[in-house]
């Protein structure tokens, strides 16, 4: 799957302003993701053997994803540690620029468990992570996230006059800290690189259940995601308490939106209704819980489109519907003149009840009429904004 073709580029492109590598000092959501086939002004700084270097596949959305591969020999002398560095888009003055955080994917090639750390040159002095972020030996493709709020940095004399005026940037892998890595053997990727100004929340964009025999498959997607190391699949039926049966990791720091999907044996479960949310975790161990969602533990035996709730909204509200079937279900919305507004849905989907979301920041108040089609099933509903 080549990134430039797909949404793992093209979404970011369309929510969010990025800068790709071409600015010559550090702005908010600056994003290198390497797909020019260059490294984007990440170096060694002098020479060196195992200098990094572009590759062209296999990156954090496989086939023809590039990535920037970064190599240490050991030993003693010039390519002996585990460091990458940039001295051109990523310096200048952060804390004008807000950026708060460094976030990217990495993946460990090598046998050696490495202890990753940002590092930054200027006027203060040398500074870098208080605390390593660990990646595993032979580990995949991970999001990690680095703080450079100057609370979490160490080193120099003066943190602010650093932040202000950063002439170097470095990735390093080092055990007890500093600013010139450690003597390893291993070979590292990274990938898309960003600039964080402030966190972004993980926005949940649906969230929804299916049944089908003894399986319920769980839906969701997200709009923006910030440091969202996993989602936590937790369930509960009758009076019993939330237990967590699953879990599906995250993508880290993106605006793109993104897809997870999960499915839950009930075979042993005789309850009439089962419920179920979502724990998101953060890279810092923080949580939060989405809202809940519940499926019949029987087969849906009608089509029924339910009444939007809340009613009236302002300026979302959920839609639930039900198929007795595996059908293409279009959902749209008309406003009180018959022209339609939005499609929210069009795609096949498994016998179940499910539910959509419906967000209408930007719309005028007053009467809307949504629509399902499912096979010969037409029903009509209708709803009120109110701002």
């Not at 020019?36 to 002098?46: A, E, K, R, V």
């Not at 208080?130 to 996230?145: C, E, F, H, K, L």
């Not at 080092?174 to 010139?180: L, M, N, Q």
């Not at 967000?359 to 904004?385: C, D, H, P, R």
């Amino acid at each position: 799957m080549n990134k430039k073709l797909t949404a793992l580029n093209y979404l970011w492109l369309a929510f969010f302003p990025v800068v790709i590598s071409t600015a010559l000092a550090i702005v908010p959501n600056q994003f290198d993701n390497f797909e020019d086939g260059t490294t984007q002004g990440w170096g060694s700084g002098g020479p060196n053997p195992n200098v990094p270097t572009n590759i062209a596949t296999g990156g954090p959305a496989g086939t023809d994803d590039n990535y920037l591969r970064v190599t240490s020999n050991g030993g003693s002398g010039a390519g002996s540690k585990l460091v990458v560095m940039n001295s051109t888009q990523w310096t200048g003055d952060y804390l004008a620029a807000g950026v708060t955080s460094v976030s990217m994917h990495v993946r460990n090639f090598g046998s050696t468990t490495l202890s990753m750390r940002i590092a930054l040159q200027g006027p203060g002095g040398d500074f870098w992570s208080v605390n390593p972020v660990v990646v595993a030996a032979s580990s995949d493709w991970q999001p990690i996230s680095f703080s450079v709020q100057a609370a979490n940095l160490t080193g120099g004399a003066n943190v602010n006059s650093t932040l202000n005026g950063v002439s170097e940037v470095r990735i390093l892998h080092s055990v007890a800290g500093g600013f010139k890595g450690d003597v390893v053997v291993s070979q590292i990727g990274i990938d898309n690189i960003s600039a964080a100004a402030q966190p972004v929340p993980v926005e949940l964009n649906s969230f929804s259940a299916s049944i089908l025999g003894t399986t319920v498959k769980l839906d969701w997607s997200t709009a923006t995601e910030t440091n969202n190391l996993r989602f936590d699949v937790q369930r509960k039926y009758d009076a019993i308490e939330w237990k967590t049966v699953g879990r599906v990791n995250g993508n880290g720091t993106t605006t793109r939106t993104q897809n997870y999907s999960f499915s839950d044996d009930v075979s042993n479960y005789a309850s009439s209704k089962i419920y179920y949310r979502l724990k998101q975790i953060d890279l810092d161990g923080s949580f939060s819980y989405s809202y809940e969602i519940s499926v019949d533990n029987n087969l849906v035996s009608s089509f029924e489109l339910e009444q939007n709730y809340p009613n009236p909204f302002n300026p979302s509200t959920k839609i639930r519907f039900n198929i007795p079937m595996i059908e293409k279900v279009k959902i749209e919305v008309f406003n009180a003149v018959g022209n339609k507004v939005v499609t929210l849905l069009n795609e096949l989907k498994e016998a179940g009840s499910h539910e959509i979301q419906l967000k209408a920041e930007n719309w005028a108040s007053g009467v809307y009429y949504y629509k399902i089609s499912a096979g010969s099933f037409i029903q009509t509903k209708k709803m009120l904004l109110i701002r």
